[in-house]
Structure formats: C-alpha cells, structure tokens
C-alpha cells in the first residue's frame, strides 16, 4: 500500500501544565496516518499472504490490545502473542523465532531489539510513537535526573532507548505498583517519569516520595468524570474499570484500576455482567471475545472538544494495518534499529523489570533485586 493511501491525521493536544518540578512536556504537535480499512476479500488474501510468510521467513507475530482486531487474532492464531507491553517484551526475547514482527507502537519494538539485539525486528509503521515517548526528550530529561541526583530513576516502557538508558528500573502498568512499594522499602526515594496520571496514583497507593516528569498519554488523559459518572447512572450494575494513566478523578469513580491485563483479569472475575472500561477501545475486541455473556461500554471522553481527535482509541496505534505486516515480511523493510552503543544501559533497567516480575510470580523474594542505585 503506498503512503499516498493513506490517510494523515493531524494530533494536536494539549501542553500539561509545567509541574511544581518545573519539568514540561514539550511536545506540542505530533501526527499519525491511518491505513484504509481493506474489503473482506483484501482482508482474507492479507492474511493467508501473512500466514505463509511467518512460516517461510521463521517469523512471529506479537501484538498488543490496542491495535486492530485482525491483528490480534492474526498474532493468536499463528502462535504469537496479544498481550500488554511487559509480556510482549518477555515473550519476543524468549521465543525462538528470528525475527518479531511487533504491531503497536515504535517503543515496544525498541524494547524488543534491546532484549534480542540479534533478531530482525520489524514493525508494520516505524512512524507510530506515542505521546508519552514524544514528551520525553532525552536531553530534558536527563537535565531533570541531574537535578536530582539522590533520586532512584523508574521511567514507563513508553519511553525512547536513550531515556531507558538513563533510568535504573523500568516499569510497565502490571508492575508498577510492585516495583515502587519495593523501592520505597528500601528506603529509596524515586524520580518517576513520564506520565504524570500513573505515577500521582502509584504515590497515592504506596506513599512513596516522587518527583515527576510532566507528561500524558493523549488517549487516556481524555476520559472525563463528570460524563462517567452520568453513564453510571445510565447502567448502575455496570463495574468500572480504569487504566490508570487517567485522571484522578476518573481513577476515584473505579471499582477496579489497572494495567491492560488487570482490566482482563478483573473482568473475567468480577462478579458483574456490565462493565465501563476506560482505556483505549481497542481493548474492546479482546474483552468482547473473552467474555461472550457481558456487556462493555466505552467510558466517555470529551467528545467533540476532546484533544485527541481519534476518541479513546489512539491513532499511533491505528497505524498498525494487514498491508504493511504482509510488505515488510516480505521485503524486510521497517527493521527496528537501536543505537547499539545504547543497548547495553538500556536493557539493564529492562533486565531489573523482568527479573523482579518473574520472582514476584514464582512467589520468590524479591529484595535482593532491589540494589539502592541513586540517580543513574
Ligand atoms: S494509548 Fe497512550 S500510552 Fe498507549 S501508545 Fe497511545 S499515546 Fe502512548
């Protein structure tokens, strides 16, 4: 499909705040461009076309909850993987497939070739970024470490190879939480970056001492709770669930906040039939699908006057099409690079992240993976 095809959007949204830090978000304006959605016929000979490439090329797909139904059940149903950002990062280092083909946005696959520097990594639009990533320069942020350098430093996955180089731990959504109450533990006190909605809720939950990086992801920060308090009303046995990269005031109407996967889990058990869902509709197909008897409605966001002009679904991830997977399998083209001099800093926080979540869940301990670091 040639770029001519495709339809640009332009992304404008609003600047946060400056923050009582005086870190800003400096990224006023971004842009996405989205594929065409293809007919049912393109749509099938796309996918066999896939289904035979992944074989001959001895490539998997992984994909996250946010892109394009077709996608997911693609990456399913050939042996890959649908899963939030910290499992796509452990499942592409660990399969044996030489190449990864990684349908989400441009962080997840540098994370990838950071864990497999060895594997081919492509990625349907290396163009599709992420607000938080696009609001977290490198040498800003590293002007903001060096400010406070008492300060340990746990930056988001949606963050570029150089931030994650400057950081001693990363975090992803499903272990944030864990990984902060461990640190304050150990009597560390944190520098966070880069949403400010996820890291005012981790401070709320364990009461660690932070200092945050001013950013926002443009899809979630959009949800409003004023609007979602109406729809309550509308569907009073529905059960709330809330990403927490959302306001504070959204996360305080939820009966259930969490990461992509919690929002699964808590679905799956919550004794409900009706849920509210606020995070990123993509999300919807995976839900829908898993829970065949309930009913999901999408949390409200601010409509019309909402920044983020593609309304609770992000358009980075929307770049994510059949066509481009099928074309650069095929021709190699949008192989991820990582500067390689960065790989070896970077995946340290990475390496700390999997290693923690991987004793937490053998129900190991955990606090000898907790060395006091101080600002890298
Ligand atoms: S949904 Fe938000 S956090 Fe996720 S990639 Fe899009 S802009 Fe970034």
Not at 14 to 37: I, N, Y
Not at 111 to 136: N, R
Not at 147 to 161: F, I, K, L, M, W
Request: proline share 5%.
């Amino acid at each position: 499909m040639s770029s001519a095809t495709l339809n640009r959007i332009d992304v404008e949204y609003e600047q946060p705040d400056e923050a009582a830090s005086g870190a800003v978000c400096s990224t006023k304006h971004a842009w996405a461009r989205v594929p065409p959605e293809p007919s049912q016929a393109e749509r099938a000979a796309l996918k066999d076309r896939i289904r035979r490439l992944l074989k001959e090329k001895n490539a998997v797909m992984v994909s996250h909850y946010y892109v394009h139904p077709d996608l997911q059940d693609l990456a399913e149903e050939t042996g890959g993987l649908v899963s939030d950002s910290l499992e796509m990062a452990r499942f592409g280092r660990d399969h044996v497939a030489q190449t990864l083909v990684v349908s989400g946005v441009r962080f997840m696959g540098e994370t990838a070739k950071i864990l497999s520097p060895e594997k081919t990594v492509l990625m349907p639009d290396l163009d599709a970024t992420c607000s938080l990533d696009l609001g977290c320069p490198i040498d800003e942020f590293s002007a903001f470490c060096d400010q406070h350098p008492d300060r340990t430093v746990v930056v988001y996955a949606n963050t570029s190879a150089a931030v994650k180089a400057r950081a001693d731990w990363l975090v992803t959504s499903s272990c944030a939480l864990d990984i902060v109450s461990a640190l304050k533990a150990a009597g560390q006190k944190i520098l966070w970056a880069p949403d400010r909605h996820l890291g005012a809720y981790i401070q709320r939950e364990t009461g660690a001492d932070m200092v945050f990086w001013n950013g926002a992801c443009i899809v979630h920060d959009e949800f409003k709770a004023l609007e979602l308090e109406l729809l309550k009303k509308q569907h009073p046995q529905a059960k709330v669930l809330v990403h927490p990269e959302s306001p504070a005031d959204v996360v305080a109407l939820a009966d259930a906040v969490g990461s992509t996967s919690a929002i699964l889990k808590a679905a799956r058990e919550m004794d409900a039939t009706e849920f509210i869902v606020a995070t990123d509709n993509g999300m919807m197909h995976k839900l829908r699908t898993l829970n065949p008897g309930k009913t999901f409605y999408e949390a409200p966001t601010a409509g019309n006057s909402a920044t983020c002009k593609s309304c609770a679904h992000c358009p980075w991830m929307a770049m994510n099409g059949l066509a481009d997977v099928a074309r650069v399998l095929e021709t190699g083209a949008n192989a991820v690079h990582v500067n390689p001099a960065l790989i070896p800093r970077a995946r340290q926080p990475i390496d700390r992240m999997l290693a923690f979540t991987a004793a937490l869940k053998n129900g190991q301990s955990t606090g000898a993976l907790v060395p006091h670091l101080g600002a890298a």
